[in-house]
């Protein structure tokens, strides 16, 4: 595997658009990583095969729909499945900001070489405030869901193993959780705590929680 | 079916009543610039729209109040204030 990191990061919805913005801030190449970044339309199944065949990453970070078997890039193309082409990801640490993928597909790409998959078993709930739609970095709802998620991938290329990544993530949504909890919180935030508390429970690893990119 | 499976039944439908109701209550007291995505496709709720899915007997609607009410429970057993 190559010392690089795979994005993928469509943006047809607001609630892809949201990940499209925060994922992108998310990673860098600070940590001699080289980073691959499919955006917008470029998030389709064809360039994914195709960048995955060529440069084999060492990390692979989606973002954008999903459901138990698979993963979509732009339009809600799919771009992996269980039973399809979960193969590509062998050797590879993944992290699926995606719904309930790890469900299913996150133990199917493990059995088929992944070396651990991050990824949420149930639902995964954004919450943001409408008031920033067209700013999505500067959301104070949104920031307390993706400011901890980000920490996953920007711990795997620092060299934690991916159970220190989901751990690290873990904490931090716990910290922001008792935020939105305090009289600190705004309305909007302390409203937003139990979707917050759900991705806490559904975040998980499969694989080899030692697993290093 | 025997007459407790009947009981059963009516009690856990009694009970799916009232925790919808509770959570309505919720989100009806919740901000009104809060959304959420949720889901798999075009899946941006606004507190209208999460009121109106409550009101249905569907997928999103179940998991919008098993979401509500394990954080309750959870706020309630303290669980969420530990590590």
């Known amino acids: ?213 | 079916m025997t007459q407790d499976k009947k009981i059963r039944r009516l009690e856990d439908k009694e009970t799916m009543e009232e925790a919808r109701k509770l959570v309505i209550e919720r989100i009806k007291a919740a901000s009104d610039d809060l959304k959420i995505c949720i889901g798999s496709k075009n899946t941006e709720y606004s507190k209208q729209e999460i009121l109106e899915t409550l009101k249905e007997d569907s997928e999103l609607s179940k998991e919008i109040i098993d979401v509500q009410l394990k954080y309750l429970r959870d706020m309630a057993s303290g669980t969420i204030y530990q590590d």
Request: proline content about 3%.
């Open chain 1, 1 to 213: 595997m190559n010392s690089a990191l795979l994005l993928t990061r469509p943006n047809h919805d607001i609630g892809t658009n949201y990940l499209y913005y925060w994922s992108k801030v998310a990673v860098n190449s600070t940590y001699g990583f080289k980073i691959l970044d499919l955006k917008g339309s470029k998030a389709n199944r064809t360039n994914f095969a195709s960048y995955i065949k060529k440069h084999k990453p060492s990390i692979v970070f989606f973002n954008g729909h999903g459901s138990e078997n698979s993963i979509c890039g732009y339009n809600d193309e799919v771009i992996v499945e269980s039973g399809s082409n979960e193969y590509l990801l062998h050797g590879s640490i993944i992290y699926a900001r995606c719904c309930e993928a790890a469900k299913r597909l996150g133990l199917d790409c493990v059995e088929k070489g992944a070396l651990a998959f991050i990824g949420y078993n149930r639902k995964y709930i954004l919450a943001f405030s409408n008031s920033y739609i067209t700013g999505p970095l500067s959301d104070p709802v949104a920031r307390l869901f993706l400011e901890p998620s980000n920490l996953i991938p920007r711990s795997l290329l620092k060299g934690n193993t991916a159970g220190e990544a989901h751990q690290k993530s873990r904490r931090a949504m716990l910290k922001n959780l008792r935020f939105m909890v305090s009289s600190s919180a705004s309305e909007d935030q302390r409203d937003a705590a139990p979707y917050l508390w759900a991705n806490i429970n559904s975040q998980v690893v499969v694989g080899d929680f030692e697993a290093i990119a």
